[in-house]
């Protein structure tokens, strides 16, 4: 049986000799990290406009598609890895953040969005932020 993505995540940092944490840790050396974690999503990002090239040639869209998922699993690879280094509960944090979502709803029940698609606030919205800081504060 294959293990769970985050079971796998800590033993690719365990096999790759990167740092991992249980509990929510801040190290020393967060700023740098944080920098170069940047880094890493900024060239992962950059990805997208090679994508967009194979779109605009008439690729494959097998290929298209295939980039995409690369694209967006390597990125979801790097976060949860991250968030391993630091010992934060991430599926925690995302049931969080999608049940906030899920509050930026219109009155009318209907969603609202901006120019880019974008979920706009309703008026029943909730930041989710002192949930998540109630989340690390438990573990």
């Known amino acids: 049986m294959t293990p769970a993505f985050a079971q ?3 033993l690719m940092n365990a096999m790759y000799r990167l740092p991992t ?11 740098e990290r944080l920098v170069k974690f940047k880094a890493t999503l900024i060239d992962e990002v950059h990805e997208i406009d ?5 779109v605009a040639k ?8 295939t980039a995409i998922a690369d694209l967006l699993g390597d990125v979801i690879v ?3 890895s991250e968030a391993l280094k630091y ?4 599926e925690g944090v995302l ?11 219109g009155a009318d029940g209907n969603p609202i969005y901006d120019a880019n698609g974008k979920f706009l606030k309703g008026p029943n919205y909730w930041k989710p932020e002192p949930r998540i800081k109630a989340l690390l504060e438990a573990q």
């Open 8 to 10: 796998r995540i800590a």
């Open 50 to 54: 090679d994508i967009a090239a194979l």
């Open 95 to 105: 049931d969080v953040i999608m049940d906030s979502n899920e509050s930026k709803l």
């Open 87 to 90: 010992g934060l509960p991430l």
């Open 21 to 31: 944490h249980e509990r929510p840790t801040l190290p020393d050396d967060t700023a």
């Open 78 to 80: 790097y976060c949860r």
């Open 58 to 65: 008439g690729a494959d869209p097998a290929d298209v598609l």
